[in-house]
């Protein structure tokens, strides 16, 4: 899906959801909570303007009837929970997360406000935020991707291209439940293919200079990108 198609889907979502109170009043101020492990997602970049522009498409004017209020952990993920919690005490009327880390703060967060995730890991069943896909219950709705399947898929092309592949370093969140399915998957393929897995975790960013150094010493023949 395309970054406009998947921003429009989304806004959609918010805007139709019935117990988020979006389409009641037009008069009404709604409260939009963005949450996300990174970067506070901005208007100013490409990603933050797209879903400005899906909210107008729908009437929903910030400034005029509409409030985002932002939060990114910036890269600190143990900040989530704590902004999640100062969404609800806002009284956001949603709340749209980006990756698995912060789906599961907000989830933790409220049993009322309505939760739309994306990047979940591929698996949102797997990563406990829903128990079924046909079934979800609860207040989470959003988008689940293959994520997982595509990175075993990727290691398959990658062995393709490379016929002489041995070994693949694999450097990923491992405080990120979602991303640690992602490696599991891939894990997998490389072993089924009889590639030798190099697996760097990492949780906090002095974890880079021990994974970059492994690597110079154990020089691996390629680094699957997710």
């Known amino acids: 899906m395309k970054r406009r198609e998947f921003i429009t889907l989304l806004a959609s979502t918010v805007a139709g959801w019935p117990s988020a109170g979006l389409t009641q009043s037009a008069s009404k101020v709604y409260r939009v909570g963005l949450l996300s492990t990174g970067q506070p997602l901005t208007a100013n970049n ?4 797209a879903f ?3 909210f107008e498409k729908y009437g929903y004017v910030p400034d005029r ?4 209020e932002i939060h990114g952990a910036e890269t600190h993920p143990e900040h989530l929970p704590q902004l999640a919690n100062d969404l609800v005490a806002n009284k956001a009327d949603a709340i749209l ?11 933790n967060a409220t049993t009322t406000i309505p939760i739309v995730a994306t990047e979940s890991g591929g698996d949102p069943v797997a990563t406990g935020l829903v128990k079924s896909l046909s079934r979800p219950t609860g207040n989470i709705t959003g988008v689940s991707d293959m994520a997982i399947e595509l990175s075993a898929k990727r290691l398959e092309l990658l062995k393709d291209m490379v016929p002489a592949l041995r070994t693949v370093a694999m450097l990923w969140n491992a405080s990120d439940l979602g991303m640690t ?3 599991q998957g891939a894990a997998d393929a490389a072993r089924n293919l009889g590639v030798r ?3 760097l975790g ?12 492994i690597m110079e010493h154990d020089p691996p023949d390629a680094i699957p990108t997710h």
Not at 46 to 49: Q, S
Not at 204 to 209: A, G, L, S, Y
């Open 46 to 49: 490409a990603f933050g303007a």
């Open 52 to 54: 400005v522009r899906g």
């Open 65 to 68: 009837n509409l409030v985002l």
């Open 97 to 107: 997360t980006f990756s698995y880390p912060a789906a599961m703060a907000a989830k």
């Open 181 to 183: 399915l992602r490696y």
């Open 197 to 199: 897995v190099q697996a």
């Open 202 to 213: 990492v949780r906090e960013p002095e974890d880079f200079n021990e994974a970059f150094a």
